[in-house]
């Protein structure tokens, strides 16, 4: 795998375009493809992630046909997909496999789903567990518990979930279940968790009330095709707002990026460092707010981060941990155990590599304190095979004086391929 050197940024300037979220292009593929009629998807995100489920839902047998980031899918209702001959390669792809635990729940065939080393290590008992309940038949190895997973579909009728721990990809594998389900469908979530199958099961037709806590499916469970645009993935966007605020003398503008309240824990604990990332050209398309981001470097100060918030900026705690070591003060994250079963155990993994780097950061059980601000120097630092770790001590690395090698920084592509390019332009 391929290495990559990087090494201290004087100045970023520029317009930005970031490639379309990650969430919701799995969410638009597998939502049309159970949709009657033509669905249009414009800017469908280039991770390698979301290709996974354009694959897995071709294999299902959804007429699916994209060129670049349009794609077009032919649906043909709900009980259009049909049992796949050969098992489903879902690759390191938690939400596809997650997500499509439920949408294949109530289907009259039976279909396996494996991934790569990584996600095959990943907890799935946290999805088997409420399908089983609910009547879904599903088995995987050591006790129910890791991939590869076999689901028989069975009929469900009532399908009814409260959440343990606050997960968007559990509550909406429930959802999508419960398009199949003949009786009530109701999840109850204690932490509210990004709701982008929410807005777009709306956004197809499908009725979803929100009373407090408690999510319900309305009567009519058949989505209608629709014209999809993908804002830019503000998890992506994350990484070059953050080198915008540390790099001195920056200024940069994202354009079209996520700004869906669900996800914006970022923006919130910047504004709370002391930075003012300005929203510009706010929006609502296709169901999901936008806007454009002006980002200018700025002095920053510690934070405390945890409760309620956490789930809104779960993808970019890496990277705050870096952000961290040029705050002043003591930045602490709590409450984010969930951390440690991402694609790879996140805080360990940014805990040991930052402090190559001359970082004072400090593990906890369930998050971790950092010291700032503390100079940074050039290391050879692992990725973990994790996208975001990688691209997390990549920013380190355009922050620290000498040279950086991130080892297997490849992996970037899971979720954002353009980055290095991106970066390079706006450093240029
Ligand atoms: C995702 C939800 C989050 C997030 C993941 C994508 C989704 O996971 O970490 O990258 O698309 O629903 P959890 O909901 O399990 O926390």
Same mark, same amino acid.
């Given at each position: 795998m391929a290495d990559i050197s990087l090494s201290q940024i004087t100045r970023l300037r520029g317009d930005v375009i970031i490639p379309g979220d990650k969430s919701i292009s799995h969410r638009a593929?597998?939502?049309?493809?159970?949709?009657?009629?033509?669905?249009?998807?414009?800017?469908?995100?280039?991770?390698?992630?979301?290709?996974?489920?354009l694959n897995c839902m071709q294999r299902l047998g959804a007429d699916i046909r994209s060129r670049g980031s349009? /794609?077009?899918?032919?649906?043909?209702?709900?009980?259009?997909?049909?049992?796949?001959?050969?098992?489903?390669?879902?690759?390191?792809?938690?939400t596809t496999m997650r997500l499509l635990c439920g949408l294949l729940a109530g289907q009259n065939f039976a279909t396996v789903l494996t991934g790569d080393a990584s996600l095959r290590r990943r907890p799935m008992d946290r999805i088997i567990k409420p399908l089983v309940q609910n009547g879904a038949e599903i088995y995987g190895r050591q006790a129910n518990r890791l991939a590869p997973?076999?689901?028989?579909?069975?009929?469900?009728?009532?399908?009814?979930?409260?959440?343990?721990?606050?997960?968007?990809?559990?509550?909406?594998?429930?959802?999508?279940?419960?398009?199949?389900?003949?009786?009530?469908? *109701?999840?109850i979530e204690p932490v509210r968790s990004r709701d982008h199958t929410e807005r777009m099961l709306t956004f197809c037709g499908v009725e979803v009330q929100r009373d407090g806590a408690v999510i319900s499916l309305g009567k009519n469970r058949q989505p209608t095709a629709r014209d999809f *645009?993908?804002?830019?993935?503000?998890?992506?966007?994350?990484?070059?707002?953050?080198?915008?605020?540390?790099?001195?003398?920056?200024?940069?503008?994202?354009?079209?990026?996520g700004v869906n309240?669900?996800?914006?824990?970022?923006?919130?604990?910047?504004?709370?460092?002391?930075?003012?990332?300005?929203?510009?050209?706010?929006?609502? /398309?296709?169901?999901?707010?936008?806007?454009?981001?002006?980002?200018?470097?700025?002095?920053?100060?510690?934070a405390e981060i945890g409760g309620s918030l956490i789930p809104k900026l779960i993808d970019e705690l890496p990277l705050i941990a870096v952000i961290a070591t040029?705050? *002043?003060?003591?930045?602490?994250?709590?409450?984010?155990?969930?951390?440690?079963?991402?694609?790879?155990?996140?805080?360990?993994?940014?805990?040991?590599?930052l402090k190559k780097m001359g970082a004072e950061i400090e593990e906890t059980e369930d998050g971790?304190? /950092?010291?700032?601000?503390?100079?940074?120097h050039g290391a050879v630092c692992r990725s973990y095979d994790d996208h975001r770790i990688a691209m997390a001590l990549s920013v380190a690395a355009c922050l620290a004086d000498g040279e950086s090698v991130i080892r297997d920084a490849d992996c970037v592509g899971i979720s954002f391929p353009e980055f290095f390019k991106i970066l390079k332009k706006i450093a240029a």
């Amino acid at each position: 795998m391929a290495d990559i050197s990087l090494s201290q940024i004087t100045r970023l300037r520029g317009d930005v375009i970031i490639p379309g979220d990650k969430s919701i292009s799995h969410r638009a593929a597998m939502l049309a493809s159970v949709s009657e009629g033509i669905s249009h998807i414009r800017n469908y995100s280039s991770a390698i992630d979301c290709q996974s489920t354009l694959n897995c839902m071709q294999r299902l047998g959804a007429d699916i046909r994209s060129r670049g980031s349009e /794609v077009e899918i032919h649906g043909k209702g709900r009980w259009s997909l049909s049992e796949p001959g050969n098992v489903l390669d879902c690759g390191n792809s938690g939400t596809t496999m997650r997500l499509l635990c439920g949408l294949l729940a109530g289907q009259n065939f039976a279909t396996v789903l494996t991934g790569d080393a990584s996600l095959r290590r990943r907890p799935m008992d946290r999805i088997i567990k409420p399908l089983v309940q609910n009547g879904a038949e599903i088995y995987g190895r050591q006790a129910n518990r890791l991939a590869p997973l076999f689901i028989r579909g069975t009929s469900l009728s009532d399908v009814n979930y409260e959440l343990p721990v606050a997960s968007s990809q559990v509550k909406s594998a429930v959802l999508l279940a419960g398009l199949y389900a003949t009786g009530n469908v *109701q999840v109850i979530e204690p932490v509210r968790s990004r709701d982008h199958t929410e807005r777009m099961l709306t956004f197809c037709g499908v009725e979803v009330q929100r009373d407090g806590a408690v999510i319900s499916l309305g009567k009519n469970r058949q989505p209608t095709a629709r014209d999809f *645009q993908i804002p830019g993935d503000i998890s992506s966007a994350a990484f070059i707002i953050a080198l915008g605020l540390m790099v001195p003398g920056s200024r940069l503008t994202l354009h079209d990026v996520g700004v869906n309240p669900t996800r914006t824990g970022l923006l919130s604990v910047l504004r709370q460092m002391g930075a003012a990332p300005e929203l510009l050209n706010e929006r609502l /398309v296709a169901n999901e707010p936008l806007a454009d981001i002006r980002v200018t470097s700025a002095p920053l100060k510690a934070a405390e981060i945890g409760g309620s918030l956490i789930p809104k900026l779960i993808d970019e705690l890496p990277l705050i941990a870096v952000i961290a070591t040029q705050a *002043q003060g003591q930045t602490i994250v709590r409450d984010a155990l969930e951390l440690r079963i991402k694609e790879s155990d996140r805080i360990a993994a940014i805990a040991s590599e930052l402090k190559k780097m001359g970082a004072e950061i400090e593990e906890t059980e369930d998050g971790f304190v /950092v010291e700032g601000p503390t100079p940074l120097h050039g290391a050879v630092c692992r990725s973990y095979d994790d996208h975001r770790i990688a691209m997390a001590l990549s920013v380190a690395a355009c922050l620290a004086d000498g040279e950086s090698v991130i080892r297997d920084a490849d992996c970037v592509g899971i979720s954002f391929p353009e980055f290095f390019k991106i970066l390079k332009k706006i450093a240029a």
